[in-house]
């Protein structure tokens, strides 16, 4: 229960696309795409609920667009424009409302992260 399978990483230049894909075992009310860059904490990219509302950290408003699937139990995360400070390994997380799906401590699955490098 609660598998998680990230998939669509990559290396790419500034100003590029790239579009994440995750696999889940089970449909949960919360999901996420979480992201850690060497030597910094994880940190919250993107949160969606099983309603369709959505909530982006300030970095990445207006570039990545987050959506799902809840009949597949799919989730994607579209990142355009990308920058070189989105270089980090992204991660598909899943849980219950706990008040935000953005909160890595709320999460209870975890995918094993795919791996993003944006050169300048």
């Known amino acids: 229960q609660g598998q998680l399978v990230e998939s669509g990483g990559g290396s790419v230049q500034a100003g590029g696309s790239l579009r994440l894909s995750c696999v889940a075992s089970?449909?949960?009310?919360?999901m996420g795409w979480f992201r850690q860059a060497p030597g910094k904490e994880r940190e919250g990219v993107a949160g969606i609920t099983s309603g369709g509302t959505t909530r982006y950290a300030d970095s990445v408003k207006g570039r990545f667009t987050i959506s799902r699937e809840n009949a597949k139990n799919t989730l994607s995360l579209q990142m355009n424009s990308l920058k070189p400070e989105d270089t980090a390994m992204y991660y598909c997380?899943?849980?219950?409302?706990?008040?935000?799906?953005?909160?890595?401590?709320?999460?209870?699955?975890w995918g094993k992260g795919t791996t993003v490098t944006i050169s300048s």
């Open positions: 997380a899943a849980g219950p409302w706990r008040g935000s799906c953005m909160r890595a401590a709320n999460m209870d699955y």
């Open positions: 089970a449909n949960t009310y919360c």
